[in-house]
Nanobody, 124 residues
Framework: QVRLVESGGGLVEPGDSLRLSCEFF????????MGWFRQAPGREREFVAAIASGGLFEAYGEAVKGRFSISGGNAGNTVFLQMTNLNPEDTAVYYC?????????????????WGQGTQVTVSS
């Protein structure tokens, strides 16, 4: 059974950077596309970024393009989400996700596996 464990959330100020980590357990890592979603109170879960093994595929949500970067998976079973120039609208619970397809990883309704989530709060 696949298990995803996130870490790295916290409270930061506007303009700060933060890096989230997601460790993958229980399956053959290289067969999965890894991604990040976020969910703010009262809002739907939103696609943030995704990456396939080896970095041949990367995708980003419109709200984070140019500020967030996904990496990892080339050595070890961990992916990272580097977030820069954070603003209060980035405040949410961030979830790691895994799916076997590049199409499936973009939709919260089709993702196969989820982590437990990590809170990111951006506030002055």
């Amino acid at each position: 059974q696949v298990r995803l464990v996130e870490s790295g959330g916290g409270l930061v100020e506007p303009g700060d950077s933060l890096r989230l980590s997601c460790e993958f357990f229980g399956g053959f890592f290289k067969t999965y596309v890894m991604g990040w979603f976020r969910q703010a109170p009262g809002r739907e879960r939103e696609f943030v970024a995704a990456i396939a093994s080896g970095g041949l595929f990367e995708a980003y949500g419109e709200a984070v393009k140019g500020r967030f970067s996904i990496s990892g998976g080339n050595a070890g079973n961990t992916v990272f989400l580097q977030m820069t120039n954070l603003n209060p609208e980035d405040t949410a619970v961030y979830y790691c996700a895994a799916d076997t397809s590049e199409l499936g990883i973009r939709s919260a309704s089709s993702v196969e596996y989820w982590g437990q989530g990590t809170q990111v709060t951006v506030s002055s």
